[in-house]
């Protein structure tokens, strides 16, 4: 196999629910306030994905729409890569729906699970297979619905999630240069049992038991998983900064992952940066694990904060401990975002024959909705619709798109 010249980031794309749940609408459910929520994460509020809607359904969105921008059909994809810890089943991955749903009949699918650097590691897995030779196309979509995952009688952990998806296309390229210049991946199993969800795998099967101790859901250690993130952002970013052979204020934009505010404000500050070098969204989204660099990408570019030529890092932390970051010169027109518009929020993924899931809205959730006191409008009849965009967002409207 004889590789590409250079393997380069194509398309870009993102999904976020309708549903807003504020921190208004978490008031009503655990002892904590919009004050705390707001000074100790930097977070407004989070979207919560519609009954309707699964990992795969939001997934599958991004994926198009990045497939989309990267000027593709989606049958020349020839391999899908679903980032998440939130799948719609144990088997079968969750990738193996994305690729039916997006329409692809060719591409090998499978799941990475490495929690919030799952993104990361996923582009570092499809740079790996372009850089082979072995796929000239890789679709790598980040996809969570962490409300489904959520103990919302847990304030130390409900307020912090939330659902939607971010994706992105890495391709072979016959031109120089551009696309990643330096990767760094790290797993550090001391902190295996500080973000965790104990139950429902080999060790405690799931049962009415390990339910009745809500072993379901995810746990936390808040203050060691700060710690562990402020250090590692940056000294992944760093080591891939090194190996691609810049300095840290050559770089144009980090996209770290979204997960709290002061996280983001420690690392800019480590690295001697000013906080304008850090995208930040998670005041709108929360931490949408996997999904949170794909989806701050797409919103990064889409709002005009990168340009051709720019030097981007991408860098996150999540359980394990996993950390990683990559490095990438940027080739993409922007303006090929808008070709994502023409993309429905809709997905249809299969549906099992002979089975119907129970009402996956978790209990306490379900009680909030149907004490909306809001304009009311059942989930099940809601078609999603686009996600307002940050500032800034299509500054270069009046120019045309490519074909
Ligand atoms: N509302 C109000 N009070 C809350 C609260 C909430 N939602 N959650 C915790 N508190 C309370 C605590 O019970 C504690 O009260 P006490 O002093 O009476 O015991 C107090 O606030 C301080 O809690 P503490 O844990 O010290 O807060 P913190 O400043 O460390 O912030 C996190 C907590 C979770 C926001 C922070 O530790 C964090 O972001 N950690 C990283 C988490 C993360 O990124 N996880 C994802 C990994 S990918």
Not at 69 to 84: C, F, N, R, S
Not at 231 to 252: C, M, N, Y
Not at 332 to 342: K, N, Q, Y
Request: glycine share 10%; hydrophobic share 40%; proline share 6%.
């Amino acid at each position: 196999m004889i590789g590409p010249r250079s393997v380069r980031l194509t398309g870009w794309g993102m999904y976020a629910p309708e549903r807003v749940l504020s921190n208004a609408d978490l008031e009503k459910l655990v002892d904590t306030s919009d004050e705390w929520i707001r000074s100790r994460t930097g977070i407004r509020e989070r979207r919560m994905a519609a009954p309707h809607e699964t990992t795969a359904t939001m997934a599958a969105v991004a994926g198009k729409r990045a497939v989309a921008v990267a000027g593709l059909q989606p049958d020349d994809i020839d391999l899908i890569l679903v980032a998440t810890l939130t799948p719609d089943y144990w088997m079968p991955a969750t990738a193996a729906l994305v690729k039916e749903a997006i329409g692809n009949s060719r591409a090998a699918a499978f799941d990475v699970m490495a929690a919030c650097s799952g993104f990361v590691y996923a582009y570092a897995t499809a740079d790996a297979y372009v850089r082979s030779g072995m796929y000239r196309h890789v679709l790598v979509a980040g996809s969570e619905l962490l409300t489904r995952f959520l103990d919302f009688s847990d304030r130390n952990t409900c307020i912090l999630f939330g659902d939607g998806a971010g994706a992105v296309v890495v391709s072979a390229s016959d031109q120089e240069g551009g696309g990643a210049a330096g990767f760094e991946l790290t797993t550090d199993p001391d902190g295996a049992y500080m973000v965790w969800l104990p139950s429902g795998g080999s060790r405690s099967p799931p049962s009415a038991e390990t339910i009745s101790r809500g072993e379901h859901y995810v746990r936390m250690e808040g203050k060691e998983t700060y710690r562990y993130a402020t250090k590692t952002l940056a000294t992944s970013a760093l080591t891939a900064i090194k190996r691609a052979g810049w300095d840290p204020d050559e770089v144009d934009l980090y996209i770290p992952h979204q997960a709290n505010m002061r996280i983001i404000e420690a690392v800019a500050k480590g690295l001697n940066l000013p906080m304008d070098k850090m995208f930040v969204n998670l005041d709108r989204y929360g931490n949408t694990s996997a999904a949170s660099v794909g989806i701050a990408l797409a919103e990064a570019v889409d709002g005009g904060r990168v340009q051709v030529g720019d030097k981007v890092v991408l860098v996150a932390f999540g359980a394990g401990f996993t950390s990683g970051a990559v490095a990438i010169e940027w080739t993409a027109d922007p303006i090929l975002g808008r070709r994502a518009d023409s993309v429905e929020p809709v997905a249809s993924v299969r549906a099992p024959v002979n089975w119907d899931s129970v009402d996956p809205i978790p209990p306490r959730l379900r009680e909030l909705l149907e004490a909306d006191a809001g304009p009311h409008v059942p989930l099940e009849d809601v078609v999603p619709g686009e996600p307002p965009q940050g500032d800034g967002h299509r500054a270069d409207a009046k120019r045309e798109v490519p074909a």
